[in-house]
């Protein structure tokens, strides 16, 4: 509207809201789209409906009793959104929350109630002096989060004080879902005539005839900035009980798959647009920017519909600023007047279709705006061209007319301007009427067909939903319009009527290979009626390549129809495709073929080498002549092997299940084999080629060339490995090692070795003659094989050496035995030996035992030697007639301790003077004792004070070193001994005074007489009173 007079607001009661509601459920159903399958807007309309969101007792602007408003225009899910309250006097309030639908009728569901909230009065909101604009910058006072399961639409928040007093803010909830349609709420109109607060004193719009206070930049009383941050004027929900709430209530109850955003969305996410099969701009949607227009336009060149179901639309640029807080998108602004629009250029804020943007509204919608009726005198729609498929099954005849659906503001085709780029445009009315300044003018709805194949419908009237749903209105619900809309809906959906689309194949749901089947081909329109006219050219296609499969060549139809003949060959899902390429059209069906019956069996192995002892497992199948499985195949298989050995497994005789069965089977004998499986009938069987391999190396076999090798001689011997069933482990990895009870000099084994295809020649040479072992072992792998051979000496060999075998320890004065073999070459015995024998040793101390010279009994004797010197020793035989000597070392270790020996380091020690001494722990033969344990304790014959003896003390390694001091002159002794042991040892010593230290003089009489000798002795003494 662009006069300077109010708007009449259609306020209906309660009560005759009620009735309206009565009136619809009295209704015949209306039935659901074509198109309408199971959707979020079905489901959430199934929900049961709520009341209480119509306003018992409505505040308003001058008392302020209670207003709010929201932080964003729209929320996604899981989006947090605020609302800002005030309430005069201050008092507490509810928030209820609804959405707005259909839900059988009740209109609306609640989803959220909080409260009784703590309200405050917020400030007064004042007008910029400049713009006009009003922002409230009031202080939050509810916030939450959007649940996941609140379904996009448009939500209609009822505040309530203490008082009973009520008022809206409204909201959208996006998804960003891509459902078939996009509705667009017009916040943007809503906020543009929004002249809060309506107090006939400081409240500003766009608009004149609704701004009051001071002119601002304008030159008049209107602003040229509105912001989103202020309550609706009025019940505060920014007209939206006017015309979108029937639009969206009708689309709700038909079961359309719609998602809801507003314009600001569309500003700020225009491709958004891209991702439905149309837009819908509803309502009064007067206020675009520049980026809602080539989003528009954008998503129409894309092929997306336009449904443009009100009127005045796309009729002032506007541009957006972000709020005084840093909010984007929270201003509107309109200049209306370039020379006072600090911008210029392309978003200069001035109509559409003025030469400075020259983009008029009806190149985007095919109509645009003309002039208006006063509010509430609506005149009739007229239809004409009522041929035209928008209008099937209307019953619609030009002339026809629908009361009460046109006006307040109407859209015509005005011919000054340019027409939309259309393929097919059509004016579907011309209504008649006599505008607000009394002159005649008329109304247009009109529909085009991009080039891209788009269809954009405007209805050139802002009261089109009124016909659809007559919630709040003066209308009636008309039956012809609903469907003209299901009609423009469903060409969305599926395409236009009469207009080629696509290609429809039919064809049976099953078929069986190899015999041929009948289908069908038909050009339709979106609505699926055939289009006679199609000339094109047919090509059809097929999921089955296979040898055998019949198509028919390319085709043209007969009058849009034809049918045809196929064979497809390969049994199971498959698809059957008809293309015209040069129209870009195709369609495909899906069909079931069958196996014929089965004429022969193929039997697959999993593996054409499997391991001899491991059962594999393999498939067999009953085909038709073209490969498939023969479900239906009832025969019994019977399976047979070349390998009959001892451990093969084969299945017994069975029945397949669906025309296949998987079975296992073990074979044992490697090598080339075969696996039958025949049809005990005799009608048909399968073979399959198999080469068994090995199994893994469970045992070594050795063979020794002879069993009886000659002692010095080579001889060879071959090992194999083998698997469990004997045969020969091809792929055995494992090393070798070779070792035999043979450990003579001369003795050659082979060297640590691997197999080759498992198996390997070596040679052995062995010394010892008589019974011996051979062995060739795998550690690793735990695997051994022992040979058994008989080493013979073959002809007599002579004396080479003799060989003298003892301990290699032995004890002081304890017997033991040794032995001397008189031996050939090779080490064998020379049983024919006569020498004698003589032994000598190391030690010749007294009390060693040797043996007497002696003779050998078959070149071998036992004798018995006693040593008796501790430490390393050796023994000798020898024959000095035959040069042969051998000798033997040893280790001769003491015997137990028998006594104890004590060495002083001195034998005259000095009276007080430290001198060192050594005790030994000896066994008899004056070993020492390594391993002595026992205690020494030390005694003296001087028990002077003074005298300094060693503690009792333990040996090491059966010998240790002390001191002491010994104090009285003369002979003395020390003595060690071990009381448990009953061993002991004393030094005699002779201990010297030590140098003297002081002089002692004795007289013969203590009273001499004067002048007579006396005498008197003049003794030399040490420290201790040893004469010195």
Partial sequence: MRIARPRLRLQRSLAAAAMALAMLAA????????????????????????????????????????????????????????????????????????????????????RLHAGPINGTTQAACAPDATTGMIDCGWAAGYAWTIPSDWTSGVYLTVLTNAAGYQNYVIFVVRDGRPASFLY???????????????????????????????????????????????????DGSGDFFRWDVQLIRWLEKSGYDVTYST??????????????????????????????????????????GLAFFGANDVYWQVRYEASAAGVPNRVLVCYKNASIDPVQGATTTVLWRAALLNRPEQRLMGIQYTSEVTSGNNVPYLVTNSSHWIYNGTGFHDGDAVPGIVGYEMDRYMSNYP???????????????????????????????????????????????????NYRTTAQIDARIQQTTRNLLNAFLLGVPGVLHDLKLTAPTTATAGQPFSVSVTAEDGQGNPVPSYSGTVHFSSSDTSTGAVLPPDSTLTNGQGSFSVTLTRAGPQTLTATDAANKLTTTVNLGVSAQSAGTLVLAPASTTP???????????AQDAFGNT????????????????????????TTLTGGKGSFTATLVKAGSQTLTASDTAGTFSATANLTVS?????????????????????????????????????????????????????????????????????????????PQTLTASDAANSLSATASLTVSTGAPSAVHDLKLTASSSATAGQMFPITVTAEDAQGNPVTSYSGTVHFSSSDRSTGVVLPPDSTLTNGQGTFSATLVKAGSQSLTASDAANN?????????????????????????????????????????????????????HFSSSDTSAGVVLPPDSTLAGGERSFTAILIKAGSQTLTASDAANAISATANLMVSAAPASKLTLATATATPTAGTSFSFTLTALDPFGNLA
Avoid: C
Wanted: hydrophobic residues 35%; without cysteine.
């Fill in 263 to 304: 314009d600001v969305d569309t500003h700020a996410n225009g491709s958004d647009l891209l991702n439905h099969k149309a837009f819908f701009s509803a309502g009064h949607d007067e206020y675009w920017s520049n980026e809602m227009y080539n989003a528009a336009q954008a998503a129409r060149d894309a092929g997306v």
């Fill in 694 to 770: 090995p199994g893994a190396a469970t045992t070594l076999l050795l063979a020794p060339s002879t069993m009886a090798p000659t002692s010095g001689t080579t001889f060879s011997v071959t090992v194999t490995a083998q698997d469990a069933f004997g045969n020969t482990a091809s792929a055995y990895a494992g090393t070798l090692h070779f070792s035999s009870s043979d450990s003579a000099a001369g003795v050659v084994l082979p060297p640590d070795s691997t197999l080759s295809n498992g198996q390997g020649s070596f040679s052995a040479t062995l010394i010892t003659s008589g």
């Fill in 611 to 621: 391991t001899a002892g491991t059962a594999f497992p393999f498939t067999v199948t």
């Fill in 419 to 469: 027409a939309p780029t259309a393929t097919s445009w059509t004016l579907l009315s011309q209504s008649p009427f006599t505008n607000t300044s009394g002159v005649s003018d008329y109304a247009n709805s009109s529909i085009y067909q991009a080039p891209s194949g788009a269809v954009v419908f405007a209805t050139g009237t802002m009261s089109w939903s009124w016909a659809l749903d």
């Fill in 884 to 936: 042969l000597a051998t000798t033997a070392s040893l280790s001769v270790n003491a015997a137990a301790a028998s006594r104890l020996v004590l060495a002083p380091a001195t034998a005259t020690p000095t009276a007080g003077s430290s001198f060192s001494l050594t005790v030994t722990a000896q066994d008899p033969y004056g070993n020492t004792d390594p391993t002595y344990g026992g205690t020494v």
């Fill in 184 to 234: 667009q709420w017009g916040v943007n109109t809503a906020e543009a005539y929004n002249d809060y607060p309506n107090d006939k004193l400081t409240g500003k719009s766009l608009y004149e005839f609704n701004s009051y206070g001071a002119n601002t930049i304008a030159g008049t009383r209107r602003a040229v900035k509105v912001s989103f941050d202020r309550p609706f004027t009025g």
């Fill in 27 to 110: 209704l015949p159903p209306t039935a659901l789209p074509a198109t309408a399958d199971t959707n979020p807007i079905v489901t959430e309309n199934a929900q049961p409906g709520s009341g209480g969101w119509g306003l018992s007792k409505l505040a308003d602007d001058v008392n302020g009793q209670i207003k709010g408003y929201g932080s964003a225009s729209s929320v996604t899910q899981g989006g947090s959104i605020s609302l800002y309250v005030s309430v005069n006097p201050a008092q507490t309030y509810t928030v209820d929350v609804f959405r707005m639908g259909w839900y059988a009728g009740s209109g609306a569901r609640k």
């Fill in 630 to 653: 023969d479900p239906s195949y009832a025969g019994t298989v019977h399976f047979s092997s070349s390998d009959t050995s001892a451990g093969v497994v084969l299945p017994p005789d």
